[in-house]
């Protein structure tokens, strides 16, 4: 994909956010008032209004579809704008708008423990996937949107970021630097052919 294409994408995605996320809040005022959260489900934390997403998800789509567009075409890359490049963003963002999405409905339906479950599970994908991403940020918001506004997940999704880079760049390569150690040590036995 060339780079003005992609410029034209990032357009066309923040302008379908934008609207949706617009519809969503106007159905929403005409259908018993737009919702309001607590920070972490507790009454006596402040509450945020679903309104605030109506400026912040276009911006952070924005912002996020830029960084996604300076590390695709990025000048030093000799494969800049690659293919392989563009679909291994895709998949992630796939992945995270899923996974956003199914916390959001074990959420709903009320797995407590199941959301608590996979929320813990986003650690452990951080050791072997590159979660903090910006494609996964958005995913992940955008997966979680509908259940509990745009502020929220993206306070949450920016926390497990910052998390999941500490994991993957800095814990990761120990992990696997200890584990060729291990694997080096382990005696190798060949089986020999039965006669």
Not at 72 to 83: L, M, P, T
Not at 91 to 101: E, H, S, V
Not at 168 to 179: D, K, N, T
């Amino acid at each position: 994909m060339q780079e003005q294409k992609f410029y034209k994408l990032r357009l066309y995605v923040t302008g379908v956010i934008t609207i949706a996320i617009w519809s969503l809040l106007v159905w929403g005022h005409y259908n018993g008032g737009v919702p309001i959260h607590h920070i972490a489900a507790d009454n006596d934390m402040p509450a945020i209004s679903n309104w605030w997403g109506a400026l912040l998800l276009p911006l952070l789509t924005w912002f996020l579809l830029y960084r996604i567009h300076k590390r695709v075409f990025s000048i030093k890359r000799e494969d800049a704008g690659d293919r392989r490049i563009l679909m291994d963003v895709l998949y992630r963002f796939a992945g995270a708008i899923l996974f956003g999405t199914l916390i959001a409905t074990c959420f709903t339906f009320g797995y407590n423990d199941l959301t608590g479950n996979l929320v813990l599970a986003l650690l452990a994908f951080a050791i072997f996937l590159p979660i903090y991403r910006a494609e996964c940020l958005l995913g992940f918001v955008l997966g979680m949107t509908f259940t509990f506004g745009a502020v929220l997940p993206t306070g949450f999704g920016i926390l497990v970021s910052l998390v999941g880079a500490v994991l993957y760049l800095f814990i990761r390569p120990g992990v696997l630097y200890a584990s060729s150690k291990v694997a080096l040590l382990l005696p190798i036995t060949k089986h020999k052919p039965q006669q």
